[in-house]
């Protein structure tokens, strides 16, 4: 029985690494992002100028769907990364693990004749 050459696990293991890192980034830009969403609704409160779709609501659950908010150029590309990383996986996953395989083939292919 002839096994697995240590340089596919090593591959193998490098996609998921680099794929639980996208999950992960993904998730903190999220969470960032609705952090700052919830911490401006605070700040907007304390100062009296909340809009009047947000007055007697529960500021720390707000949904934002069917919401029109206007962010910045920054968070908006942080959102589109996160968006992408999360329901793109059925691009980005399967292309990291055969760049990681690929590469593990290649490295690997012995030299000479």
């Known amino acids: 029985m002839r096994l ?34 919830h911490q401006s609704l605070h700040e907007a409160a304390a100062a ?20 029109e908010l206007g962010v910045g150029a920054s968070d908006e590309i942080r959102i589109k990364i996160a968006d992408w990383l999360s329901y793109g996986r059925y691009v980005w996953v ?5 760049a990681c395989l690929g590469l593990a083939y290649v490295i690997g292919k012995p030299k000479g004749p």
Not at 48 to 67: I, Y
Not at 94 to 98: F, H, I, K, R, S
């Open 94 to 98: 399967p292309l990291v693990c055969a």
């Open 48 to 67: 009296g100028t909340l809009p009047k779709e947000f007055e007697g609501v529960d500021l720390d659950n707000v949904p934002l769907e069917n919401l």
């Open 4 to 37: 697995m050459p240590t340089r596919y696990i090593i591959a193998i293991v490098m996609a998921g690494l680099i794929t639980g890192a996208g999950f992960g980034l993904a998730r903190y830009l999220h969470n960032s992002f609705l952090e700052r969403f």
